[in-house]
């Protein structure tokens, strides 16, 4: 017997909650049934153009028994409270990066979901692409020995305009931060996914350029729980903005990604000729797999690929980069999410 969709709710409806209704639009496992947001005439807009219901309240969102999922696409520092809201509502959760602004905050979510018994998924879409899961795979095999130097680098471009475009933008209250927070956080997921989890680091981060309350340039020293070593520039006043890059190295090889592709791969001074990889766009396909998982996670019982407590990885570098940056010393990182 053929399934029916998950349906899905989505909270926001501002640029990314575009990708996800898109998404949820091109998913067979998905259906969009009602959207939410404090602006009634982008929630009137949201639906002629996607489908679903306008309901006048995230209470009334969350209150409809065919509402089974919601992705969560607010202001960051929103994510924590909504979260807990639609698990005590028996919700489903797909939050947009980051999870949240501050660790027990994430805790917070993960802990409502897990004695709710609802799924809790956080987008990172960059983690879905064929090129870097090979990565992973490689460097888990040890095929670039032990690591050694691991960095990230991340190039791009706002302009005040954009900061000043909404309120919310470039605060602590609910940005959470700036350059590292919100442009960076998907390539230092992706330098923890691959190189492991960083134990220790020391760092420097204000505005250079912007009038903001958070920083548009961070540079960070990083440790690896390996023991390799690593750097992280992050920037968002590149006017040549080059995007992302990550170089990872070992005693045997090393590895270099330019946005998504692997532009350079040695081993033992070779050249590797790479697979051919299926065509891949993190924007939308990353969001798209993520919420297809979750429809199938949500049917099997079992955990999304990337679970709330992954979340924790990236926001523990990213907050402990602000508080290194503030006491102007090393400090060490550790393990704060729960089980599941």
């Given amino acids: 017997m053929e399934q029916r969709p998950i349906r899905f709710g989505i909270i926001g409806c501002g640029i990314i909650a575009d990708i996800h209704a898109q998404c949820i639009e091109s998913t067979e496992e998905a259906e969009l049934a009602a959207v939410f947001d404090t602006k009634p005439e982008s929630a009137a807009a949201f639906v002629e153009k996607y489908g679903g219901d306008v309901c006048g309240s995230l209470e009334e969102l969350l209150a409809r028994p065919d509402v089974e999922a919601v992705c969560i696409c607010t202001p960051s520092g929103l994510h924590a409270d909504q979260t807990v809201l639609a698990a005590k509502a028996g919700k489903h959760v797909l939050v947009e990066k980051p999870m949240a602004i501050r660790l027990e905050d994430a805790v917070r979510m993960i802990e409502a979901c897990n004695e709710a018994g609802v799924r809790l998924a956080t987008v990172f879409p960059r983690r879905m692409s064929p090129q870097a899961n090979y990565a992973r795979q490689l460097i888990q095999e040890g095929r670039l020995g032990k690591l050694s130097l691991c960095s990230a680098y991340v190039m791009l471009y706002r302009d005040q305009a954009y900061y000043d475009s909404a309120g919310w933008r470039g605060t602590w209250?609910?940005?959470?931060?700036?350059?590292?927070?919100?442009?960076?956080?998907?390539?230092?997921?992706?330098?923890?996914?691959?190189?492991?989890?960083?134990?220790?680091?020391?760092?420097?981060?204000?505005?250079?350029?912007?009038?903001?309350?958070?920083?548009?340039?961070?540079?960070?020293?990083?440790?690896?729980?390996?023991?390799?070593?690593?750097?992280?520039?992050?920037?968002?006043t590149a006017r040549n903005a080059k995007g992302q890059r990550l170089a990872i190295r070992g005693e045997r090889g090393e590895l270099v990604i330019e946005e998504d592709d692997i532009v350079s791969l040695q081993i033992d001074g070779e050249d590797v000729t790479l697979p051919e990889f299926e065509p891949f766009r993190i924007i939308p396909d990353g969001h798209r797999m993520q919420i297809e998982d979750l429809a199938r996670a949500i049917r099997e019982g079992r955990q999304p690929i990337v679970p709330g407590t992954e979340g924790i990885h990236s926001l523990e570098i990213i907050l402990g980069t602000y508080e290194a940056a503030r006491q102007r010393k090393d400090i060490s990182i550790g393990e704060k999410a729960p089980a599941i």
């Avoid at 940005?175 to 997921?189: E, F, W, Y």
């Avoid at 190189?195 to 009038?211: D, E, I, N």
């Fill in 173 to 236: 209250a609910m940005d959470g931060g700036g350059a590292m927070m919100n442009q960076g956080i998907h390539t230092v997921d992706l330098l923890q996914w691959l190189a492991g989890p960083v134990t220790s680091l020391s760092a420097k981060a204000k505005a250079v350029l912007r009038s903001i309350e958070v920083e548009d340039t961070v540079t960070a020293a990083l440790e690896f729980a390996s023991g390799a070593l690593g750097i992280l520039e992050i920037t968002t």
